[in-house]
């Protein structure tokens, strides 16, 4: 039963890194869109959504069946909570990639009051955050895990120089005041994901000492 339990376990290994792809897909996507203007490439990240969703839906089922098949305790039972954590978290950053995209579809026919250079800058970095947390989870990585939430400073300090600078724009004419809106919108939802990303972080670090802390705020 062991051997069966362990290769279950490699196959949500496996499952978790096949949505990680999928969602990074959808941040580049999204943002690449944004930065181009391409409508086209908006509304790939649709079908990404759906696919995220169904990966949700079957890494949730084989983390049931091995909860009613195995009966786990102890480290294994904690692999499974965390994995069930995560996925939830993972499925707010694809939800989050499709609002990014929609965004970018309502301003793919205007003229840019900011270049979003700083909004690329920070969707490597979640992007980053993310592929790393599901890595510290696949590997039981506990210094991986940490350096996902040091990274977070960095998405953090991205997200309060786009405010500040669409701030600045709108004092200089309020008629920047529209797109502003939609391009803070559009790096709070980057901030999200990095929060996102976080949460995951401290579900492998709860996995591997048993210990966790308050999931931060991120909706």
Request: proline share 1%; charged share 35%.
């Amino acid at each position: 039963m062991r051997h069966i339990f362990d290769e279950q376990l490699k196959e949500l290994n496996s499952k978790l890194i096949e949505m990680g792809a999928n969602i990074e897909h959808s941040i580049s996507a999204a943002v690449e869109a944004l930065l181009t203007q391409n409508v086209e490439l908006a509304g790939t990240v649709k079908a990404d959504e759906r696919l995220s969703d169904k990966q949700e839906k079957q890494i949730e089922q084989l983390c049931f069946e091995l909860l009613l098949r195995h009966q786990p305790v102890a480290g294994d039972l904690r692999i499974i909570s965390a994995a069930l954590k995560m996925v939830t978290d993972m499925e707010r950053i694809a939800d989050q990639a499709e609002d990014i995209a929609e965004i970018s579809i309502y301003l793919a026919d205007k003229s840019y009051i900011k270049q979003p250079e700083d909004i690329a800058k920070m969707a490597i970095a979640t992007k980053k955050m993310l592929k790393e947390s599901i890595e510290s989870f696949v590997k039981r990585d506990l210094e991986l895990a940490k350096s996902v939430l040091e990274h977070d400073d960095v998405v953090d300090d991205l997200f309060r120089k786009i405010r500040n600078d669409l701030t600045e724009l709108i004092h200089k004419n309020p008629d920047n005041g529209e797109q502003a809106l939609d391009l803070l919108m559009v790096s709070k939802y980057l901030e999200r994901i990095g929060d996102h990303a976080s949460n995951i972080a401290e579900w492998v670090i709860f996995m591997i000492k048993g210990k966790h802390k308050r999931d931060k705020m991120a909706r």
